[in-house]
């Protein structure tokens, strides 16, 4: 089983920045794709950003150019930067993992780490 442990969340006023990262328990190389997902109170949680073995990223169009995804993978580690933040950012964050292979398909995530915007 993976496990995936997020870390970096807070409180941070708006404009601020925090960096988010996600060590997972083995090889992250082995996922086609890893990423960042929220969920605000009361909303459903919602795709962030994802990077893909390869490196490509994708971002949500409220995040982009603000937040940069990125990893490590002699680390084990994804990261999200997050700067300009604003109070809409608000949420909990977690972590994915996703590896596809002949009669396989495994969806992982973390516990969640929360950030709050507020001043």
């Known amino acids: 089983q993976v496990q995936l442990v997020e870390s970096g969340g807070g409180l941070v006023q708006p404009g601020g920045s925090l960096r988010l990262s996600c060590a997972a328990s083995?090889?992250?190389?082995?996922?086609?794709?890893m990423g960042w997902y929220r969920q605000a109170p009361g909303k459903q949680r919602e795709l962030v950003a994802t990077?893909?073995?390869?490196?490509?990223?994708n971002y949500v169009d409220s995040v982009k150019g603000r937040f940069t995804i990125s990893r490590d993978n002699a680390k084990n580690t994804v990261y999200l930067q997050m700067n300009s933040l604003n109070p809409e950012d608000t949420a909990a964050y977690y972590c994915?993992?996703?590896?596809?292979?002949?009669?396989?398909?495994?969806?992982?995530w973390g516990q969640g780490t929360q950030v709050t915007v507020s001043s």
């Open positions: 990077i893909a073995s390869g490196g490509s990223t």
């Open positions: 994915n993992a996703v590896e596809v292979g002949i009669n396989r398909f495994n969806n992982y």
């Open positions: 083995r090889n992250i190389f082995s996922f086609n794709v």
